[in-house]
């Protein structure tokens, strides 16, 4: 969500006002606390053709993410790591506020966000996705979609490329006269750890986890923290114009790692990984 | 009274056979009745129809609607009315003839994200809506709560003759705005009378096609024992007689259309 662009929902002031006088007695119009996260479920391997794939539901809103292993060359300046690239794209289908056509500012943000907290958290060790260190590599695409949009497209996304990536199989290829060959074999994805993004935004004074739609067309601001399994920090974003004031920042982060925990301990269930 | 025969069908299945008029979502293939929509069917003397469960507000002339200010161009506002039609609100409505968008300036009277209750004025299915809030009780909604409920579900809402929506106002104390399109204002003196109004609603809103849900409704309200007892013969014609309030009568939606605004008939 860039600075320019306002948010194309437009709540009725009747609803904000409503919204408010919630929040600041402690609850939210779908009676959430201020920081509850809605309840997630995840379906695994959805997707038949690909190497890994999961469903993931927060609240209402869905995202499907799909992971296919190729070859390819590695990226200049990392010859000996694999390549991963996530893309992101918002249907159609999800909302009547989204158009067909080239992905807006805001899922360009979305593949990013989500793109930064799996990199920086080294979730996938590539060093270890090597074929001929400079020539061949790995290359890990993920393609998520999001299919229902009712908010924090951000955490969703990045629940579903995770719980992807960790439950996918990756293909055993072999170098044979100078040839990428497929044993047709598969083996674990190089995993070591769980990044699990929370979204935090600011309305009025109050802070809320895990925004609606509604919620985030009333937002002053945003903030994105993902931590790791050790519960350290590996990456953030912070959206709109709004501020955060020093006690909030660090009262978004405390959150972030314990709310952060719980749903990763939800992910590895859902999952089946230690 | 005459015989109602009601099951429940998906679209394609047969409501009626025989030599029957079609009346709302069905068609005539040669000597039967077909629904267009999932829904409970209704066959009568008067023909045989399709009461949907699901689906979306289509527009229809002389209808109430709550609708919200989505922008302005120098002519008009554009309103949602939660339909697949943007609605129009003409700035002569309000500014009256002699409108000028030099002089007058729209955003003073109504901006973006103000809620209005407003008659459909002009609607024939080739262009939007037209709306306008030249009426008594219609205009700008100032204060409320509001909720939204599936369009189909708002006959039953109302009642016959307004008969639910007045006990749950009666018993709530609050007045309530609703809106052909699905939309509804709750506004209460106090917040406990609103909670228990927008409880009621979306009991209505969920146990709209099952049995003797008025009954069950003066329940959740506290309506005393005797309410109930005394109003349980009319319950069972209420119930089978909700969904009449829905078919596309005018004169029908008329006297629908000053209950909503009015709060009561």
Sequence with gaps: MSLSKKSTVIVENLRKKQMREAISAGKRLDERSLDEIRPIEIELDVIKKANGSAWVKLGNTEVVAGVKVETGEPFEGLENSGAMIITAEVLPIASPHIEPGPPDEETIELARVVDRGVRESEMLDLKKLVLVPGKIVYTIFVDCSVINVDGNLLDATSYAVVSALASCKLPVFEIKDDKVVDTGKTQEPPITTLPVSVTTVKIGDYLISDPTTEEEACMDARLTITTNSKGSIVAMQKGLKGSFSMEDVKSIADKAITKGEGIRGKLKGMINIG | ?265
């Design chain 2, 1 to 265: 009274m005459q015989e109602v025969k009601r099951k429940y069908v998906i679209p394609g299945d047969i409501v009626a056979e025989g030599n029957m008029r079609p009346l709302v979502n069905v068609f005539k293939n040669g000597n039967s009745i077909v629904a267009t929509r999932i829904g409970i069917t209704e066959s009568n003397q008067d023909g045989a129809k399709v009461i949907p469960l699901s689906g979306i507000y289509f527009p229809r002339a002389n209808d109430i609607v709550i609708g919200k200010i989505l922008d302005h161009s120098s002519l008009s506002w554009s309103v949602d009315i939660n339909s697949c039609f943007a609605a129009h609100l003409p700035a002569q409505d309000i500014f009256g003839r002699d409108f000028s968008p030099a002089h007058d300036d729209m955003g003073r009277q109504l901006s973006t994200g103000d809620v209005i209750v407003a008659r459909i004025a002009i609607f024939d299915r080739t262009r939007d809506p037209i709306l306008t809030i030249q009426d008594k009780d219609l205009g700008k909604i100032p204060t409320g709560e509001l909720i939204k409920i599936s369009p189909t579900r708002v006959p039953r809402l109302i009642g016959k003759r307004g008969s639910m929506i007045q006990t749950i106002e009666k018993a709530s104390s609050t007045r309530i705005t609703i809106g052909q399109n699905g939309i509804i204002v709750v506004s209460g003196k106090d917040k406990e009378g609103t909670t228990l109004a927008i409880n009621a609603i979306h009991m209505v809103e969920v146990e709209a096609h099952t049995s003797n849900l008025t009954q069950r409704i003066k329940q959740l309200l506290n309506v005393p024992e005797s309410e109930i007892e005394s109003d349980a013969q009319t319950n069972d014609s209420n119930d089978t007689t909700i969904n009449q309030d829905g078919i596309n009568s005018n004169n029908n939606d008329k006297e629908m259309g000053m209950i909503n605004s009015n709060g009561s008939k």
